[in-house]
């Protein structure tokens, strides 16, 4: 049963960096089948995708945030990791991890996802 | 980049009503839409994808048409547990685009 487990700090100060790691267990990171990737949500509002990347490093990222984020792969440790630089108070959320099954034409479904943490960004 | 605009925001019906949620794309995206439904507190879940393909497990109820721009997704007999917010979003290249979403009530 593939289970995704974020972690992280709950609480982050304005302007310093958030940093989340999602660890993958019941399946491997380095399969050719998944992009693996994060989404947020901020409270009451919808979903927002953030970016993905694979397991030989490939990223892609939302142009709002491309500036502030960094994805990266450990694949001895079947893990993943976000992070967001310069934080506001607008980068407040419940932030997901997520798997992305890989398909023809190189389309990326998002087909399972963690629980979820929330973030606050406060001082 | 494509824009996803779901109508309306929000809805309520009663027990039994037939729902229909739109989702538009601001290009063509041929069928690479998928629908999530999110139930208050929980997980988003995977409804349907390639526009109509109701993912395993997912009551019969719910389908999805759709093609190129405009997509919708139908709950045929309301039922109290399809309280939920809806979200479309694209997939056939990055950025994921969600919509806004769609609040079902009661």
């Known amino acids: 049963q593939l289970q995704l487990q974020e972690s992280g700090p709950g609480l982050v100060k304005p302007s310093e960096t958030l940093s989340l790691t999602c660890t993958v267990s019941g399946g491997s990171i380095s399969s050719s089948s998944y992009y693996w990737g994060w989404i947020r949500q901020p409270p009451g509002k919808g979903l927002e995708w953030i970016g993905m990347?694979?397991?030989?490093?490939?990223?892609y990222y939302t142009p709002s945030l491309k500036s502030r984020v960094t994805i990266s792969v450990d694949t001895s440790k079947n893990q993943f990791s976000l992070k967001l630089s310069s934080v506001t108070a607008a980068d407040t959320a419940v932030y997901y991890c997520a798997r992305l099954l890989l398909g023809r034409g190189a389309t990326t479904l998002i087909d399972y996802w963690g629980q979820g943490t929330l973030v606050t960004v406060s001082s | 980049d494509i824009q996803m605009t779901q109508s309306p925001s929000s809805l309520s019906a009663s027990v039994g009503d037939r729902v229909t949620i739109t989702c538009r794309a601001s290009?063509?995206?041929?069928?690479?839409l998928a629908w999530y439904q999110q139930k208050p507190g929980k997980v988003p879940k995977l409804l349907i994808y390639a526009a109509s393909t109701l993912q395993s497990g997912v009551p019969s109820r719910f389908s999805g048409s759709g093609s190129g721009t405009d997509f919708t997704l139908t709950i045929s007999s309301l039922q109290p547990e399809d309280v939920a917010t809806y979200y479309c979003q694209k997939y056939n290249s990055a950025p994921l685009t969600f919509g806004g979403g769609t609040k079902v009530e009661i």
């Open positions: 290009q063509a995206i041929s069928n690479y």
């Open positions: 990347i694979y397991y030989s490093g490939t990223t």
